[in-house]
Protein backbone atom coordinates (compact mmCIF):
# COMPACT_ATOMS: atom_id res chain seq x y z
CA UNK A 1 0.00 0.00 0.00
CA UNK A 2 1.06 3.57 -1.00
CA UNK A 3 0.29 6.81 1.48
CA UNK A 4 0.61 9.94 0.91
CA UNK A 5 0.94 12.89 3.50
CA UNK A 6 0.24 16.30 2.68
CA UNK A 7 1.37 19.70 4.11
CA UNK A 8 1.89 22.97 3.87
CA UNK A 9 -1.87 24.31 3.43
CA UNK A 10 -3.64 27.43 5.06
CA UNK A 11 -4.74 30.60 5.73
CA UNK A 12 -3.27 32.81 3.34
CA UNK A 13 -3.96 36.60 1.99
CA UNK A 14 -4.04 37.72 -1.42
CA UNK A 15 -1.07 38.43 -3.03
CA UNK A 16 0.75 35.68 -0.95
CA UNK A 17 2.25 32.60 -1.14
CA UNK A 18 2.26 28.92 -0.10
CA UNK A 19 4.13 25.80 -0.51
CA UNK A 20 2.59 22.54 -0.37
CA UNK A 21 3.94 19.34 -0.21
CA UNK A 22 3.61 15.49 -0.83
CA UNK A 23 5.49 12.75 0.44
CA UNK A 24 4.41 9.46 -0.48
CA UNK A 25 5.31 6.04 1.04
CA UNK A 26 5.35 2.44 1.63
CA UNK A 27 5.68 -0.15 -1.34
CA UNK A 28 6.74 2.09 -4.23
CA UNK A 29 8.72 0.45 -7.15
CA UNK A 30 8.81 3.83 -8.93
CA UNK A 31 6.29 6.81 -9.40
CA UNK A 32 5.61 7.96 -13.09
CA UNK A 33 3.41 11.36 -13.24
CA UNK A 34 3.00 13.31 -9.75
CA UNK A 35 0.22 16.11 -9.78
CA UNK A 36 -1.94 18.41 -7.79
CA UNK A 37 -5.30 18.87 -7.85
CA UNK A 38 -7.83 21.13 -6.61
CA UNK A 39 -11.14 21.36 -5.96
CA UNK A 40 -14.15 23.47 -4.79
CA UNK A 41 -17.61 22.26 -3.83
CA UNK A 42 -19.95 21.74 -5.99
CA UNK A 43 -17.29 21.42 -8.57
CA UNK A 44 -15.38 19.01 -10.24
CA UNK A 45 -11.70 18.18 -9.14
CA UNK A 46 -9.34 19.75 -11.76
CA UNK A 47 -5.85 19.59 -12.66
CA UNK A 48 -3.68 22.34 -11.28
CA UNK A 49 0.02 21.01 -12.45
CA UNK A 50 1.51 17.76 -12.86
CA UNK A 51 5.06 16.66 -13.08
CA UNK A 52 6.40 13.63 -15.26
CA UNK A 53 9.56 11.20 -13.56
CA UNK A 54 11.35 12.97 -16.56
CA UNK A 55 10.63 17.01 -14.80
CA UNK A 56 8.57 17.36 -17.64
CA UNK A 57 5.72 19.50 -16.75
CA UNK A 58 1.79 20.54 -17.14
CA UNK A 59 0.21 23.68 -15.71
CA UNK A 60 -3.24 24.78 -15.94
CA UNK A 61 -3.54 27.68 -17.74
CA UNK A 62 -4.82 30.35 -14.52
CA UNK A 63 -1.51 29.57 -12.82
CA UNK A 64 0.94 29.44 -15.55
CA UNK A 65 3.84 32.00 -14.17
CA UNK A 66 2.36 32.17 -10.74
CA UNK A 67 2.22 28.81 -9.61
CA UNK A 68 5.41 26.33 -9.93
CA UNK A 69 5.29 22.05 -9.52
CA UNK A 70 8.80 20.36 -8.37
CA UNK A 71 9.69 16.74 -7.10
CA UNK A 72 12.42 14.93 -5.05
CA UNK A 73 12.80 12.05 -6.61
CA UNK A 74 15.11 10.89 -3.80
CA UNK A 75 12.28 11.63 -1.24
CA UNK A 76 9.25 10.44 -3.07
CA UNK A 77 8.12 14.04 -2.51
CA UNK A 78 6.14 16.92 -4.70
CA UNK A 79 5.73 20.11 -4.53
CA UNK A 80 3.75 23.47 -5.11
CA UNK A 81 4.91 26.64 -4.81
CA UNK A 82 2.09 29.08 -5.04
CA UNK A 83 2.72 32.61 -5.43
CA UNK A 84 0.51 35.92 -5.77
CA UNK A 85 -2.47 33.91 -4.82
CA UNK A 86 -5.85 35.26 -5.25
CA UNK A 87 -9.24 34.64 -4.11
CA UNK A 88 -10.41 32.19 -7.19
CA UNK A 89 -7.28 29.78 -6.00
CA UNK A 90 -9.69 28.98 -2.73
CA UNK A 91 -9.94 24.95 -2.78
CA UNK A 92 -8.57 21.99 -1.09
CA UNK A 93 -5.85 21.02 -2.87
CA UNK A 94 -5.02 16.87 -3.47
CA UNK A 95 -1.80 15.70 -4.86
CA UNK A 96 -1.80 12.34 -6.92
CA UNK A 97 0.67 10.05 -7.58
CA UNK A 98 1.42 7.26 -10.21
CA UNK A 99 3.16 3.96 -8.95
CA UNK A 100 4.29 1.14 -10.39
CA UNK A 101 4.00 -2.29 -8.04
CA UNK A 102 6.73 -3.60 -10.02
CA UNK A 103 4.99 -5.07 -12.70
CA UNK A 104 3.70 -3.07 -15.57
CA UNK A 105 1.04 -1.85 -13.81
CA UNK A 106 0.80 1.88 -12.26
CA UNK A 107 -2.22 2.92 -9.95
CA UNK A 108 -2.85 6.31 -8.92
CA UNK A 109 -2.98 7.25 -4.98
CA UNK A 110 -4.61 10.20 -3.34
CA UNK A 111 -3.28 12.76 -0.97
CA UNK A 112 -6.03 13.56 2.01
CA UNK A 113 -6.50 16.91 0.86
CA UNK A 114 -5.19 20.15 2.65
CA UNK A 115 -7.59 23.24 2.11
CA UNK A 116 -6.25 27.03 0.86
CA UNK A 117 -8.62 29.60 1.93
CA UNK A 118 -7.46 33.05 -0.01
CA UNK A 119 -10.23 35.35 1.07
CA UNK A 120 -11.48 38.27 -0.60
Known amino acids: QVHLVESGGGLVQAGGSLRLSCAAS????????MGWYRQTPGKQRELVAA???????NDEDSVKGRFTISRDNAKNTVYLQMNSLNPKDTAVYYC??????????????WGQGTQVPVPS
Open 26 to 33: GRIFSINV
Open 51 to 57: ITSGGSR
Open 96 to 109: KTDCGDGTVAYYAY
